[in-house]
């Protein structure tokens, strides 16, 4: 939420400088995030006056200036179309600083030199967008200097984070009441001056059915006609820039005017559009369709609150207009709509279109329903001075149940010892009664803007935050220590991290609720989707820890960020088959891409490729307590390379792949990058881990190395060959290592070459090159046979 300073004094006489005020509503449970002053520092920009317009000789659209200051003349290059001799203008001279910290130079434009620089309100930071030069409305003094003119009218925007609980301070008002409890100064009223000089009735004019009570509990509207279109003045639209609403026309302005004043959404029909004179409050129907103010058609959510004619559809309720009703230039008599909307249903049709409007916001957090009348006044007024509009002779006001302000004793006692003070009951009542509760006798009043006080243990926060947390007495208390035991599964993932820190990964957490189509990416089956997710981004849960790592990548290539390497443990989600719980097994994810080691003046540039996944994979698996797993290719993960996608498999069990994530994956997280992953099941790998194991001392006998080298089938795979040796070699064979692969010149065709070194030794003896050689033939003569193999010699 968004107010001024200069806005807020507009009803709260305080003394109080910009960050005094950020300081007392943030201790006061109003976090200010920010203060922004409007004028931003610049120096170099003086009053200079335009004395002629020549055409560049060079180009279209440029024009070259002279532009007069106090001591001399410059000639100046201007782009803009609406510089014209005689304007007064602000003249940024060679040497000036503007607010986006861009120096002016002397330049060379198309051949032609230019000395400074005439700005727009853009490039001096006082509004968004410019489409032309600022140029004064005045005459001003020459040479004068610019910032020190716009400091008198220096005003900060101060940026505070509302909760979700307090709707009473969405508006420049609702500051102004804390404001002014925080201060001790009075609240001013808003002045509201209507005239209402049309002889026509509302009521004679259009009629309110309220069929949807639950959903809209009030509806008010008011006939304004002879409205003329047009700009709003300059002061409203300063108003607006500044708490974030782009100006439209005057109409549309002072409904949102109103909206950052009061706190009070509004809405204005054309209402010629308005079929039957009438206006229909109803839920909206399954597979209803509507045209929205954005040019968007929408399914409207079954049971969301429907403002209609006596035809059609005209807008939803609370949230925003429809295109068939809209205020057009060519519009002259309006229905002026204020109602209040049951939070709670405006909350899930939001939700549900995925649509969240300035509107939509006040609402879903409580407006004010005895804020309707107010409200639609003021706009009606401001209508009549602003847009030379007449007002139709009163207010037609559906309220049918009208809302009862909640009481709430007043237990001094209790309120005292919540707190642990000894406040009086003058004192709390005086506390109270600053922010418009009312007091009488033993019980609080509520007033209908603050629907978060019911409790007393509410009204005994309000004290303390008005007191002020800091001036609450301390008091000591014993520590008191929670010891909880870690669990089994708490401590294998910590071991599990802990190795993958060991090898230099870095962990990273990221959201289990993505997109629809990014999980789709990872999974042949129907992601589980949630029920009413906040946005598209958050639909699904995710099938794979890949989904929110690659994000992580491609935001953190996005930044220039290039040797990334990953790992993240986490659940992932299974589908739904709508009557058992999807499986929620933890995964253990890792993914690469950039440089093997950082580059510097004595390391080169070395790309990941596969066989750095696959020996992260390897040496993962080597520090874990794991017998008898395979590494296999797999060609069944279809977001993986086909050739550069293995497997690993212990028994029947697949517990993860591991490979190179194909182009088309990569593109659709927006990376251009090689990226190299693996995924791991870890309630699948826990099932095979052996932690009682015992220590066995190094071996005090020398071991003896045997190296040969296969030639077998292309097809054949190594793993194959290794797995063959290592059961077939006899006890006293210990190690089988690959050291060499080699298919190419000398080598038949459909051959390759497996070199092999085997390592034995024996825990009770030095072995003989004899006993060794015995064991080393056998293994050669049963692989050949077995692998249909020869000697490569």
């Known amino acids: 939420m968004k107010v001024t300073y200069r806005w807020l004094k507009e009803f709260v006489d305080f003394k109080e400088t910009p960050q005094e005020i950020a300081n007392l509503l943030t201790e006061a449970g109003l976090e200010v995030e920010e203060i922004i002053p409007l004028v931003k520092p610049f120096d170099g920009v003086v ?5 002629e317009v020549q055409k560049h000789p060079n180009a279209d659209k440029l024009s070259v200036c002279k532009v007069q200051t106090n001591e001399e003349t410059y000639q100046v290059i201007c782009g803009a179309p609406n510089v014209a001799a005689g304007q007064f ?9 503007l607010p986006n910290g861009m120096k002016i130079k002397k330049a060379k434009i198309r051949g032609v030199e230019s000395f400074g620089m005439i700005c727009s309100k853009e490039e001096l930071g006082l509004e968004h967008h410019s489409d032309g030069i600022w140029a004064f409305e005045r005459e001003l003094s020459l040479g004068e200097d610019v910032y020190s003119i716009l400091k008198d009218e220096q005003d900060w925007i101060i940026d505070i984070a509302i909760t979700p609980n307090r709707g009473d301070c969405l508006s420049v008002y609702g500051i ?5 409890a925080l201060t001790g100064n009075p609240l001013k009223e808003i002045t509201i001056d209507l005239k209402e000089q049309l002889p026509e009735k509302t009521a004679d004019i259009i009629k309110i059915n309220i069929h949807d009570a639950d959903g809209c509990p009030r509806y008010a509207g008011r006939v304004i006609r002879n409205v003329k279109i047009g700009p709003s003045p300059g002061w409203m639209q300063k108003k ?8 439209i026309n005057n109409i549309v302005d002072i409904t949102n005017y109103v909206l950052a004043e009061l706190g009070h959404p509004l809405h204005a029909f054309d209402l010629k559009q308005i079929k039957g004179q009438q206006i229909n409050v109803r839920a909206s129907k399954p597979g209803d369709l509507f045209v929205t103010l954005d040019d968007k058609e929408r399914k409207l959510p079954e049971n969301t609150v429907m403002i209609c004619d006596a ?9 925003m207009g429809g295109q068939n009703s809209e205020v057009s230039d060519q519009t002259t008599d309006i229905l002026l709509e204020s109602a209040y909307f049951k939070p709670e249903r405006i909350a899930m049709a939001s939700k549900k279109l995925g649509l969240s409007t300035d509107a939509s916001q006040r609402f879903e957090r409580g407006a004010d329903p005895e804020n309707v009348i107010r409200a639609i006044n003021y706009a009606a007024a401001l209508m009549e001075q602003l847009a030379g509009a007449q007002v139709a002779k009163g207010i037609v006001d559906v309220y049918p149940q009208p809302l009862q302000q909640k009481k709430i004793p007043l237990n001094v006692e209790k309120i005292n010892k919540i707190l642990g003070t000894d406040f009086d009951q003058k004192t709390i009542r005086q506390k109270l009664e600053s922010i418009q509760l009312k007091v009488e006798a033993d019980q609080v009043i509520v007033p209908t803007f603050r629907h978060d006080l019911s409790l007393v243990e509410d009204l005994a926060e309000e004290v303390a935050r008005l007191v002020n947390y800091s001036n609450l007495p301390a008091k000591k208390y014993t520590t008191t220590f929670y010891e909880m035991p870690v669990s089994e599964l708490e401590n294998r993932l910590q071991y599990f991290r802990n190795e993958m820190l060991s090898l230099g990964l870095q962990e990273i957490f990221t959201q289990s609720m993505v997109r629809r189509a990014e999980a789709q990416a990872f999974t042949e089956d129907e992601p589980l989707a949630i029920k009413n997710p906040v946005s598209d981004d958050m639909a699904v849960m995710r099938p794979s820890l890949f989904t929110g790592m690659l994000k992580a990548v491609s935001h953190n290539l996005n930044r220039n960020n290039k040797d990334l390497h990953f790992f993240e443990i986490g659940r992932i989600f299974g589908s739904f088959d709508g009557i058992n719980l999807p499986d929620q097994p933890y995964s253990l994810g890792v993914v690469i891409t950039g440089n093997r080691q950082l580059p510097g003046w004595n390391v080169p540039e070395q790309a990941v490729d596969f066989y750095d996944i696959k020996g992260y994979l390897e040496t993962f698996l080597g520090k874990l307590f794991l017998d008898n797993y395979q590494i296999i290719l797999y060609d069944k993960a279809g977001y993986m390379v086909k050739g550069q996608t293995i497997a690993v498999k212990i028994k029947e069990d697949l517990i993860g792949v591991c490979g190179k994530f194909t182009e088309e994956v990569c593109h659709a997280f927006e990376i251009e990058k090689e990226v190299f992953g693996f995924e791991l099941n870890l309630d699948l790998l826990q099932k095979y881990l052996v932690f009682d194991r015992k220590y066995q001392p190094v071996p005090r006998f020398p071991y003896s190395e045997r190296d040969v080298a296969f030639l077998v089938d292309k097809d054949v795979l190594a793993a194959e060959v290794v797995e063959f040796v290592q059961k077939n070699g006899g006890f006293l064979l210990k190690s089988v290592e ?3 692969v080699y298919q190419g010149p000398n080598i038949p065709q459909g051959k390759r070459s497996l070199g092999l070194r085997l390592r034995y030794q024996s825990a009770e003896r030095t072995l003989s090159d004899k006993e060794v050689d015995q064991y080393f033939q056998q293994i050669i003569n049963k692989t050949i046979k077995h692998f249909s193999a020869s000697l490569r010699n």
């Open 47 to 51: 009053v200079g006056k335009v004395l």
């Open 89 to 97: 203008v602000p003249f940024a001279m060679v040497g000036a600083r």
């Open 176 to 180: 102004a009441r804390e404001v002014a």
């Open 240 to 247: 607006l820039e500044a708490v974030g609403f782009r100006p």
């Open 311 to 319: 035809e059609r559809p005209v807008a939803i309720g609370g949230i």
């Open 738 to 740: 690959i050291f060499d």
